[in-house]
């Protein structure tokens, strides 16, 4: 399977997604999902190994270099498979993993309908988003959960930074 560029692209009523724009397909929406594959690794790139999932050009599109040590981050992370339908057409390793309780593994992403700060290992990958050309006092950023579709019913989701100009 392989992650292409999104047939209708996603753009937020307030903000930017700055780099990796043209594959994110939507907001995340949990009212539409039925089943999610919460993914079990602690970089969750490597995930999307394990399923062999072809996402090397999307990774690439979404990288970005701090300004203060060169190190390099991501502007959207990976964090869980969902789908629509009744079950996710992707399993780990052939042996079945999909959450059906969607509320119980939705309550680690938000607070009522306020969403949480990504886990400490998510943060590190997405560092703090601010790049060359997004200085702190240029503007301003936010974290959003984001789509990236696989195919008409499954989508990854993820950690998105979202910037927004003075």
């Known amino acids: 399977m392989k992650i292409e560029v999104a047939k209708e692209k996603y753009i ?3 903000g930017d997604i700055l780099f990796g ?9 949990r009212k539409t999902v039925k089943s999610l594959l919460l993914f079990h690794n602690l970089n969750q790139w490597n995930s999307l190994i394990e399923l062999d999932i072809d996402h090397s050009k999307f990774k690439n599109s979404v990288r970005y ?3 203060l040590t060169n190190n390099e981050y991501f502007w959207f992370l990976p964090i ?4 629509t339908e009744k079950d996710v057409h992707i ?3 052939k042996k079945e993993s999909v959450y059906t309780d969607i509320d119980y593994c939705l309550r680690s992403f938000y607070d009522g309908d306020k969403l949480n700060k990504p886990y400490k290992i998510s943060q590190s990958l ?10 702190p006092d240029d ?9 990236v579709d696989l195919n008409e019913t ?6 998105c930074w979202i910037w927004f100009n003075k």
Do not use: V
């Open 154 to 159: 499954d989508k990854i989701t993820g950690y």
């Open 65 to 67: 270099m701090d300004f």
């Open 12 to 14: 937020p009523d307030c």
């Open 91 to 93: 399993k780990f390793n």
């Open 21 to 29: 724009s043209d594959y994110i397909s939507s907001k995340f929406d």
């Open 80 to 83: 869980m498979i969902t789908s």
């Open 139 to 147: 503007g301003d950023n936010t974290i959003d959960l984001l789509n």
């Open 126 to 135: 997405l560092g703090h988003g601010y790049t060359y050309g997004t200085l």
